[in-house]
């Protein structure tokens, strides 16, 4: 009976390495992308301050701004990569017990300098009761991080008055946790709709198509399931489940 258990600890212990390693190389191949978002603002943050400084009159007020919002996305940068090292360092999955809501906040204010230099209106609604998971709370934010960057660049070209990213949290019937990141974007193809979670499909130009990956490979990890909806106004929802902490 001792080695039967034995046997299953050791099999388990090799599917949750082999779940690890295979999130590491997801996350590993979308890391270039994500930290390119944030040094191209600061390269042109500091191309708008060198600009200043050639001007007859120097901008004070306008150039700390910019310096400002440069250390901002700089530090933003060093965050992907410390939560991309933190996942790295532990061996095996480690969930603790966190709250979802507060997981959410934590990614939104990552995206703070995004959504204000977008002109987008953020509107939450949140459900007031703790919504307490365990998990790893490092994936969590960076499944939140990947779907608002991609709500932000949805609404990149649209008018100012469509730009709402609206982000909900609530519980089904069955007390799973539901988060939704809706934004007023041009929507999905529906040619690529029942695509868009598999790597290398993306609707960017720039894009490696491994964001959505990470998402799906995350929150099933996690016992959940994720999904995207056309709004009927246009735009898209993603929704996500994780399964409620058992007291």
Known sequence: QKRVQSLKRQHQDMLHKNERLATLAEIASSLAHEINQPLMAIASYNDACLRMLDAPTLPRDDLATALRRCREQALRA???????????????????????????????????????????????????????????????????????????????????????????????????????????????????????????????????GLGLSICRSVVEAHGGWIWYSANADGGSSFHFTLPAQVE
Request: aromatic residues 4%; glycine residues 6%.
């Open 78 to 208: 060093g965050n992907i990569i410390g939560r991309v090292r933190e996942f790295i360092r532990s061996k095996r999955p480690s969930p603790v017990v966190c709250e979802v809501n507060t997981l959410i906040r934590e990614a939104i204010e990552l995206l703070e300098t995004q959504i204000a230099d977008g002109a987008i209106t953020l509107r939450l609604a949140l459900l007031a009761e703790p919504l307490s998971i365990r998990a790893d709370p490092t994936l969590l934010v960076q499944v939140m991080v990947n779907l608002l960057q991609n709500a932000i660049d949805a609404m990149a070209t649209c008018p100012l008055a469509r730009r709402t990213l609206s982000v909900f949290s609530a519980r089904s019937d069955d007390g799973a946790i539901v988060v939704t990141v809706a934004d007023q974007g041009g929507g999905v193809a529906a040619t690529i709709a029942d695509q868009l979670f598999s790597p290398f499909q993306t609707t960017k130009a720039q894009g490696l």
